[in-house]
């Protein structure tokens, strides 16, 4: 069917895809960017004496905008090397999300090199020194190995992110597209596998080594679930506030929020498997070394924040999306969005604090202004890099060779 | 005089999906229930074109899914702290996260019953025979023909009326199909 857009005009209207110049996500990325970089000061500023409290929250609010990021990868690599016909519309939204990453690279960057003395326990020499558990892991768990990991990951998804970014807005004025889309297609297959191994070893050491005896050979696949809903939630919001707006009607349809829900309920389900698989074997293998880790959660106020977890992160949203109006309908699914987003943070908090807290034997929650700062200095630099996105190139892939099967998409 | 056949219904042929959609609109929009639509292949959005409401699989599949989960936990519940009651690795009689995954797996069975089950009687499979088998003309729906029959115990239903709404929809064929 190629051409024949040619003969009835463009597929796309430019005013669908691109922002007029009073539109206000013009001045998103200055208004965010303000806010973000603002809260972030503040939460310096209010750091105190203890510092652990403050990189607490800062790990805890860094992983959240890790996942959207990831999570914008994993969708374009996976559309690509599957050749996915649906999601050619919202693919260029997935990108400029996971363009965020070179941006979360940098505030990565001083939890690895600032706070690692206040996250983790493994990096005091005294510690190690009457720890054999410790010292046997050294090869793996030593500052020096722990930043230049650091230091490979965030490049690898720099260069997979502004690599793939580039191409596809290059496609959009390219004299012939077809060399853009299959270079995308094979080196997707590439990316996917260098992002499997890459999200894993960040998983293990930002988050796993919080408790640096404890181990689970699923924790990858753990935070990996959390990015795919996240994003696949991200991409509907985006999309229901251009609307809103006044963008993308008609190009993004029912259909496309259609499969975007199943691929939340989808994922929100996986969610549930991972994270049961991960304590079912643990639970009934009942090995101290590794019951442990389980155990503080379940004490005080953190065991309701583990059963709340259950119900916000898989039970409600799987009764909630599993039917069809309910995905079809932008209301209803950008409520699910927004709660998905909020549950991911949930998630972090209680993969993050209670380590921390069990240092100091305590079973409370205590909910800081710190946790905010972060959370709001976070999500403003995210929301501006990713609006910042948006305004330089269409929204959706103008040429991509698959871009009209993608709009006539239906469900059937 | 002979006995007359009873007559199946009608049948209309046509030469493109693009006829047959909008044939199915026009027979829609005239109220009949009692009609089918056949097609070598499946034709986007002919389910609109139709009038067809939603499955009731959906709701057949969720009571199934959820006995079968049900029934599954009571079952190890039963064998394992009435019928058996052992230790096993001290943990109590009813641990039920060890009852998880076979609680799923019964949900997923009995739900996957449900739905391939439920389908075929929906459909009233298996059948040995049906009367549009009659017509030598419908062996081509599985080829490069699409096909509307309309059945004769459609209360609106009239051999005259009826042929003529078909015809008018374009049809390449309309034949009178035995029972």
């Given at each position: 069917?190629?051409?024949?857009?040619?003969?009835?005009?463009p597929?796309?209207?430019?005013?669908?895809?691109?922002?007029?110049?009073?539109?206000?996500?013009?001045?998103?990325?200055?208004?965010?960017?303000?806010?973000?970089?603002?809260?972030?000061?503040?939460?310096?500023a209010?750091?105190?004496p203890?510092?652990?409290?403050?990189w607490?929250?800062?790990?805890?609010a860094?992983?959240?905008?890790?996942?959207?990021?990831?999570?914008?990868?994993?969708?374009?690599?996976?559309?690509?090397?599957v050749?996915?016909?649906w999601s050619?519309?919202?693919?260029?939204i997935?990108?400029?999300?996971?363009?965020?990453?070179?941006?979360?690279?940098?505030l990565?960057?001083?939890?690895v090199f600032?706070?690692?003395?206040?996250?983790?326990?493994?990096?005091?020499?005294?510690?190690?020194?009457?720890?054999?558990?410790?010292?046997?892991?050294?090869?793996?768990l030593?500052?020096g190995?722990?930043?230049i990991?650091?230091?490979v990951?965030?490049?690898?998804?720099?260069?997979?992110?502004?690599?793939?970014w580039?191409?596809s807005?290059?496609?959009?004025?390219?004299?012939?597209?077809?060399p853009?889309?299959h270079?995308m297609?094979?080196?997707?297959?590439?990316?996917?596998?260098?992002?499997?191994?890459?999200?894993?070893?960040?998983?293990?050491?930002?988050?796993?080594?919080?408790?640096?005896?404890?181990?689970?050979?699923?924790?990858?696949?753990?935070?990996?679930?959390g990015?795919?809903?996240?994003?696949a939630?991200?991409?509907?919001?985006?999309?229901?506030?251009?609307?809103?707006?006044?963008?993308?009607?008609?190009?993004?349809?029912?259909?496309?929020f259609?499969?975007?829900?199943?691929?939340?309920?989808?994922?929100?389900?996986f969610?549930?498997?991972?994270?049961?698989?991960?304590?079912?074997?643990?639970?009934?293998?009942?090995?101290?070394?590794e019951?442990?880790?389980?155990?503080?959660?379940?004490q005080?106020?953190?065991?309701?924040?583990?059963?709340?977890?259950i119900?916000v992160?898989?039970a409600l949203?799987?009764?909630?999306?599993?039917?069809?109006?309910?995905?079809?309908?932008?209301?209803?699914?950008?409520?699910?969005?927004?709660?998905?987003?909020?549950?991911?943070?949930?998630?972090m908090y209680?993969?993050?604090?209670?380590?921390l807290?069990?240092?100091?034997?305590?079973?409370?929650?205590?909910?800081?202004?710190l946790d905010?700062?972060?959370?709001?200095?976070?999500a403003?630099?995210?929301?501006?890099?990713?609006?910042?996105?948006?305004?330089?190139?269409?929204?959706?892939?103008m040429?991509?060779?698959?871009?009209e099967?993608?709009?006539?998409h239906?469900?059937? | 005089?002979?006995?007359?056949?009873?007559?199946?219904?009608?049948?209309?042929e046509y030469?493109?999906?693009?006829?047959?959609?909008?044939?199915?609109?026009?027979?829609?929009?005239?109220?009949?229930?009692?009609?089918?639509?056949?097609?070598?292949?499946?034709?986007?959005?002919?389910?609109?074109?139709?009038?067809?409401?939603?499955?009731?699989?959906?709701?057949?599949?969720?009571?199934?899914?959820?006995?079968?989960?049900?029934?599954?936990?009571?079952?190890?519940?039963?064998?394992?702290?009435?019928?058996?009651?052992?230790?096993?690795?001290?943990?109590?009689?009813?641990?039920?996260?060890?009852?998880?995954?076979?609680?799923?797996e019964?949900?997923?069975?009995?739900?996957?019953?449900?739905?391939?089950?439920?389908?075929?009687a929906?459909?009233?499979?298996?059948?040995?025979?049906?009367?549009l088998?009659?017509?030598?003309?419908?062996?081509?729906?599985?080829?490069?023909?699409?096909?509307?029959?309309?059945?004769?115990?459609d209360?609106?239903?009239?051999?005259?009326?009826?042929r003529?709404?078909?015809?008018?929809?374009?049809?390449?064929?309309?034949?009178?199909?035995?029972?």
């Amino acid at each position: 069917m190629s051409g024949s857009h040619d003969r009835h005009g463009p597929l796309v209207r430019h005013e669908q895809v691109h922002f007029a110049d009073n539109s206000p996500w013009k001045k998103a990325p200055m208004l965010f960017g303000a806010i973000g970089v603002i809260s972030l000061g503040v939460a310096f500023a209010l750091k105190g004496p203890d510092a652990s409290k403050f990189w607490s929250s800062y790990l805890t609010a860094v992983m959240w905008g890790l996942s959207i990021g990831l999570g914008g990868l994993f969708f374009t690599l996976v559309q690509h090397a599957v050749r996915a016909g649906w999601s050619i519309v919202v693919r260029r939204i997935a990108e400029n999300l996971m363009l965020t990453l070179p941006v979360v690279a940098l505030l990565i960057l001083p939890v690895v090199f600032l706070g690692a003395h206040d996250l983790f326990h493994w990096t005091h020499a005294e510690a190690m020194a009457h720890d054999e558990v410790l010292q046997a892991k050294q090869a793996y768990l030593n500052e020096g190995s722990f930043r230049i990991r650091a230091i490979v990951y965030l490049a690898l998804w720099s260069l997979l992110s502004l690599t793939f970014w580039s191409w596809s807005t290059k496609q959009d004025t390219a004299a012939d597209p077809a060399p853009y889309a299959h270079k995308m297609r094979y080196w997707s297959t590439v990316g996917l596998l260098v992002f499997a191994l890459t999200l894993t070893f960040a998983a293990f050491d930002w988050l796993m080594s919080l408790d640096p005896h404890w181990f689970s050979t699923i924790f990858g696949v753990y935070y990996f679930a959390g990015c795919f809903s996240i994003v696949a939630s991200s991409i509907a919001l985006t999309v229901i506030l251009l609307h809103r707006s006044g963008y993308l009607r008609g190009v993004v349809t029912t259909e496309h929020f259609h499969d975007l829900g199943k691929v939340m309920f989808a994922f929100s389900v996986f969610w549930g498997y991972i994270g049961f698989s991960q304590f079912f074997l643990i639970w009934y293998a009942s090995i101290p070394e590794e019951t442990f880790w389980f155990s503080y959660r379940g004490q005080g106020d953190w065991l309701t924040l583990s059963i709340l977890l259950i119900f916000v992160r898989f039970a409600l949203p799987f009764v909630g999306l599993m039917s069809r109006k309910i995905k079809r309908n932008p209301r209803t699914l950008g409520f699910w969005c927004v709660w998905i987003i909020v549950a991911e943070f949930l998630d972090m908090y209680w993969l993050v604090q209670p380590a921390l807290a069990q240092r100091t034997g305590s079973e409370h929650i205590r909910p800081d202004v710190l946790d905010l700062t972060t959370l709001v200095g976070v999500a403003g630099i995210l929301v501006a890099v990713f609006t910042w996105g948006l305004q330089r190139h269409a929204l959706v892939p103008m040429r991509d060779p698959r871009l009209e099967e993608s709009l006539n998409h239906e469900n059937s | 005089m002979a006995k007359r056949p009873k007559h199946y219904g009608l049948l209309a042929e046509y030469e493109t999906a693009a006829d047959l959609y909008h044939a199915c609109e026009k027979v829609r929009d005239a109220g009949y229930g009692a009609w089918d639509a056949h097609t070598p292949f499946p034709v986007h959005g002919l389910e609109k074109a139709m009038g067809l409401r939603s499955s009731i699989i959906p709701y057949i599949v969720c009571v199934m899914g959820f006995s079968g989960a049900g029934l599954g936990f009571l079952l190890q519940y039963w064998s394992s702290t009435i019928a058996y009651p052992l230790i096993i690795s001290a943990k109590p009689y009813n641990s039920y996260p060890a009852f998880v995954p076979v609680t799923f797996e019964l949900g997923i069975l009995l739900g996957a019953f449900g739905a391939v089950f439920g389908m075929l009687a929906i459909n009233k499979l298996p059948q040995l025979h049906h009367s549009l088998f009659n017509s030598h003309r419908f062996s081509k729906f599985s080829d490069d023909r699409f096909f509307i029959s309309i059945e004769s115990r459609d209360p609106k239903y009239d051999a005259e009326r009826t042929r003529k709404l078909l015809e008018s929809t374009g049809a390449a064929a309309v034949e009178e199909v035995e029972e």
